[in-house]
């Protein structure tokens, strides 16, 4: 499995590389932003690590243009405690954050919460196609797609997660921790707002093609898709 | 030489620009108070108790009064006429008032009735003088001219009725208690003016320096730029010298930001080499890679505090304001303290609720709980009191029962890396940042965050939050 890392920080991508190469991944780094963005559009990664102060071309930049062409996975690595940065990311479509300096433990979790994922979608596409429809929202598992009255969502892969878990359990509550576990892979943080980021990037790109509300909030519990009128 | 030269210059500069001299303007405006003071008391004693006042009839006016009285004379001698005749003759009579006053009251006579106003009696002291114009407050006199006529002596005045007297007779004929209101009114101007002019500066310097020993470093007293004076120099080296203690302090503070921000790549790889080496490290091997990822994680905690310190003190944070119940943010804040109580053997007592929706940032007004809370959970000897209560603002109180802080100290607890002790010992754990972190981010709401030592012991911790900005 290939992983692109995307940072400026030379010495901890020499250490990055050496410790996820032990854990079986294969790893590539970029110094600056307009490199890493060539290696990124050129080629196919599982997971792009993405820091955010980048020489050339700033981390927000760079997952904008990406996301204009690639859904790839991207993890942005922020500052702690810059709650700006990271829902800025969130917003231009990031998949996760983990904040700097991060333990390399967490980060190997994460990123394995991604294979996982990935690894999953390899063997329901093996399996006859496997379609959910609530409504007028049809989710196509084995492609990883997701339809709005027929018109296809271009959705990031944690968008994707999200959705496809809320549909899969429409009309019943999924907390924002089961969310959190079952798609980001970790335990919600307190004060957490990254799933919220995620379902209000849903509600957007759903809106562009039909305005009727179908994720609902439930306020300090979590969320319910809506089935039926 | 140049110590002469010099003394000179400071003797005698002030002669060339004396409004640039505070003594000069206190020496010119004393100077005319008592100048002003003096002038009262003047026309105070000058005033007679009588409403007259006269001078010497010179030039013109004394010429043409001889005139009418020789006309007078002449008509009663040479056309016999009687004294009553030549009075009321109508050519006399359309003319000023003639007034003939007689050493026998009775006989005196005028041309024509004067209105009810006029007092003609007043004139009688002036008989023996030589001509005078005489002023009284309704009418003024010229006179007296002897007359010689058959019947007997008379004094002859003209009368100017309708004449207003000049200013200065006006005043000298004031009522006495117009004169002392007159008086202490332009004094008390006079001096209210003075005593503002010299205090206008200071109490601007006054005001900006409460407010720069406040912490608001961009206070500066107002002075007006054209001022030379002592005061205005003064001014404006008070504010050179906030200019310089802002730069300095913003300096520190950014120095401080800075160099937590640089720390942290370092420490990022520091902990990505431990985790490597703790993987080609057998297990026995570990404690020593353990304490160094404790120490580092530290070392973390600590740069995000210090960020997060500078960060709120220079209002920089982004807040990421949502609508949040605050007893949802409390209670989350309150399990993890409970838990953290209870490894101490320590018991949390809470008292009230606050089911009350406000607009913040919950993750840092509950990063400002949990700092005042673990910070009363370490002092504290057995019981934490928290009190919630909700009147004109959000109040939440969080008491220990610990020793207290030594009164000295209450103000100086918000401060980065203040710490009791001198010894700074560590082995309370902390960074020293936690009240500091409280205070700015209670701040950053528009509440306040204030300390106060309880009776018999114990630290209270104060959070007042506003209502109506959260509605």
Redesign the interface.
Known sequence: MKLLMIDD?T??CE??S??LT?QGFQIECAHNGEQGLKQALEQEYALILLDVMLPKLDGFEVLKQLRQKKLTPVIMLT???E??DR?FGLELGADDYIP??????ELLARVKAIARRIEHITSLANTSSNKLTVNNIVINLAAREAYVDEHPLSLTGTEYEVLALLVKHAGEVVSKEQISEEVLGRRLA??D?SIDMHVSNIRKKIAEFNNAERIKTMR?TGYVFIQGE | MSLSKGSNKTLFSWLKHPQHFLFFKIFVWFWLTVIGTITALVFLSNIATNQVSCENLHGPMLKNLQYTAKGIERMALKHNKSITEILTHPRRAKRKLLYLNSDQPDHSLSSRVPSSEIDLSLLNFTKNMSPQIIFTEYYQAFGPIKINLPEGQFYLYEIDENHQPPFFIRLKLMPIWLKVIIALLASLTLSFIFSRNLIAPINHLKQAAIKLSDGDLTARAEIDPNRQDELAVLGRDFNSMATQLEQLISAQKRLLADIS?EL??P??????????AQ?QTPEENQTYLLRIEKE?NQL?KMI?DV??VS?LEAKS??L?LHQQ?LQ?IID?VLNDAQFEAKQTHKQLLVNGNLNIDIHC???LI?SALENVLRNAIKYSEKNITITLSLSDAIYIEICDDGPGVEPQNLTKLCEPFFRQSDARDRTSGGTGLGLAIAKNAIAAHAGSLTLHNKQPSGLCVRIALPLDKQQ
Do not use: C
Request: no cysteine; hydrophobic share 40%.
């Open positions: 920080d010495g901890l250490l990055l050496e410790y032990a500052a702690k405690g709650d700006f829902i700097k300096p991060f333990n390399h433990r307190s004060f707002r300090g | 921000h942290r790549s420490l990022t790889r520091l902990k990505m080499a431990t985790g490597l993987m580092a973390d995000a960020l997060q960060r944070q982004a990421s119940s949802i989350h940032d919950e993750s509950a």
